[in-house]
């Protein structure tokens, strides 16, 4: 018996997150089962054939079809909005899969300039070497969007709030220009989740997902996902089935148990966030604060359109460059020096030497990402706490 097909289209999103796709065994647990297996036992040959090919649905082999995953894929598919999920080994196998997936040699990708680090790295290096070529264009620029497609173009390719430096891209408007160069557009939603900002809902056709961070939400596991409509998703099965960059089942399970919680934590790192992002505002060694919940910041009306919140992260620029931005990093005792974000637990980073070391300094210069740049995922800590911490390096400055 599956919950999710109890009156699931009246369900509102903290239903759908703690509910949706949960099928029970026939020992009728509450908690969603974990089946750590890698394959499954057929009946009979005739059975083992059918579900081979296809021609009867059930599970086959782990690398592809898993209970807990598939449970998974159906609670986010729901949250998203979308018709099917492909859960993934991490969040860069999940945009690897949906570009190979979806795109042959001669194909053409725009993209915005400020996307992760990583992601650019996957671009320039590995999708060029199989012929797809890609464009950059700064996210605001929407002529510069338009202008950008070829007869080749086949993805758009965003990050809304991007990383680092928390700029918007209008969703809709760009969706509105990818369909009209017949190409579809891809969003990272990585730092909203559809707890804040639901992508397909403004026209995206393809949302991607490093549940590493929110999804989780504690910074126990890798994976990633895709949502999207079934035509585009069952070409990215094909291409995780044959290659194997599959979710295992333990890793699924804690995904689940994250997005049980996934709305209540999102609402309060946004509110911590928010009250950082103010301080930190008033603070004279800090030059900037990218954050869209302050009012002062450019795409603040776009976010209050967009968004429900305006998320957990945050970046800053201090005076005095790299040298004072490390002050600050080492000088904290409790904040977490990682580059890795969506945790419980607060975390600090300086982009230009961790996230976006690889790629050049020009890229780096195009994307807004200076020396004296940090990044603060807040976490949930108490606010007071937090503020002390940075305080201690600012000092410094």
């Known amino acids: 018996m599956s919950d999710f097909d109890i009156n699931a289209d009246d369900w509102g999103l903290e239903t759908l997150a703690v509910r949706a796709g949960q099928t029970r065994s026939h020992e009728g647990e509450?908690?969603?089962?974990?089946?750590?297996?890698?394959?499954?036992?057929?009946?009979?040959?005739?059975?083992?054939?059918?579900?081979?090919?296809?021609?009867?649905?059930?599970?086959?082999?782990?690398?592809?079809?898993?209970?807990?995953v598939r449970m998974f894929e159906?609670?986010?598919?729901?949250?998203?909005?979308?018709?099917?999920?492909?859960?993934?080994?991490?969040g860069m196998a999940a945009i690897l899969s949906t570009c190979m997936a979806l795109m042959a040699a001669g194909d053409h990708i725009v993209a915005s300039r400020n996307i992760f680090g990583s992601t650019t790295n996957l671009f320039e290096k590995y999708l060029k070497k199989f012929g797809v070529s890609i464009s950059y264009v700064d996210l605001k620029d929407?002529?510069?969007?338009?202008?950008?497609?070829?007869?080749?173009?086949?993805?758009?390719?965003?990050?809304?709030?991007?990383?680092?430096?928390?700029?918007?891209?209008?969703?809709?408007?760009?969706?509105?220009?990818?369909?009209?160069?017949?190409?579809?557009?891809?969003?990272?939603?990585?730092?909203?989740t559809p707890a804040l900002q639901r992508p397909l809902m403004m026209g995206a056709d393809i949302v991607i997902h490093s549940a590493t961070k929110y999804l989780d939400g504690q910074g126990?596991?890798?994976?990633?996902v895709v949502v999207g409509n079934h035509q585009d998703m069952e070409q990215v099965v094909g291409f995780v089935?044959?290659?194997?960059?599959?979710?295992?089942?333990?890793?699924?399970?804690?995904f689940l148990k994250g997005l049980e919680t996934l709305n209540l934590r999102m609402k309060a790192h946004s509110e911590n966030a928010l009250a950082l992002a103010e301080w930190l505002a008033q603070q004279p060694q800090v030059e900037k604060v990218n954050y869209s919940g302050?009012?002062?910041?450019?795409?603040?009306?776009?976010?209050?359109?967009?968004?429900?919140a305006f998320g957990a992260v945050l970046s800053i620029e201090v005076r005095g460059g790299k040298e004072s931005a490390w002050t600050v990093i080492d000088s904290t005792q409790m904040i977490s020096i990682t580059a890795n974000l969506g945790d419980v637990k607060s975390t600090i980073t300086h982009p230009a030497t961790t996230t976006h070391a690889r790629i050049t300094q020009d890229e780096r210069d195009a994307a807004g990402i200076r020396d004296g740049l940090i990044r603060i995922a807040v976490g949930l800590e108490t606010l007071?706490?937090?503020?002390?911490?940075?305080?201690?390096?600012?000092?410094?400055?």
């Not at 991007?162 to 939603?189: M, R, T, W, Y």
């Open 30 to 68: 509450h908690s969603e089962a974990i089946y750590p297996t890698s394959s499954f036992v057929f009946g009979s040959a005739a059975e083992a054939a059918a579900r081979f090919s296809g021609a009867v649905p059930g599970n086959v082999y782990s690398r592809f079809t898993n209970p807990t």
């Open 74 to 90: 159906q609670r986010i598919a729901a949250l998203e909005g979308g018709e099917q999920a492909v859960a993934t080994a991490s």
């Open 142 to 192: 929407y002529e510069a969007w338009s202008s950008a497609a070829t007869e080749n173009t086949k993805l758009y390719f965003l990050e809304t709030p991007s990383n680092p430096i928390c700029e918007l891209g209008d969703i809709q408007k760009i969706a509105d220009i990818a369909h009209s160069k017949g190409a579809k557009l891809v969003v990272d939603n990585c730092f909203c």
């Open 220 to 224: 126990r596991c890798v994976g990633g």
């Open 241 to 254: 089935r044959t290659c194997g960059p599959s979710l295992s089942p333990f890793n699924a399970w804690v």
């Open 294 to 308: 302050l009012a002062s910041h450019p795409d603040h009306e776009l976010a209050k359109t967009q968004q429900k």
């Open 384 to 397: 007071e706490d937090l503020k002390a911490d940075l305080a201690r390096g600012l000092a410094k400055i």
